[in-house]
């Protein structure tokens, strides 16, 4: 990560640690204070359109939570019949086959 993208990443940190809104004038003056003048205006445009209408600490917090996963079904009855496991696993079957009888043509990645 180079100077800049750390300098505004940083910038952008302090603006919603203080509950100010993320723009890229107030980034450039956070990153003019700081005293880094290496800062291309890009950047900050960058980070401002990146995090504008986004909550930075809820990001900050979330980080390793990744979207809620579906409940494993507990043991007991199934609430559906179980024909229908039955017949997924016979059409698995039939497409097996049909991939491994493609392979059965002659043609090799090499011929």
Known sequence: MSTSELAVSYASLILADE???ITADKLQTVIKAAKVDEVEPI???LFAKALEGKDVKDMLLNVGS???AAAAPTGGAPTTGGDAT???KEEEKK????EESDED?????FD
């Open 105 to 109: 043509m002659g043609f090799g990645l």
């Open 66 to 68: 990744g979207g809620g």
């Open 95 to 98: 497409e097996e086959e049909k």
């Open 43 to 45: 950047w900050t445009t």
């Open 86 to 88: 039955e017949e997924s």
């Open 19 to 21: 509950g100010i809104e």
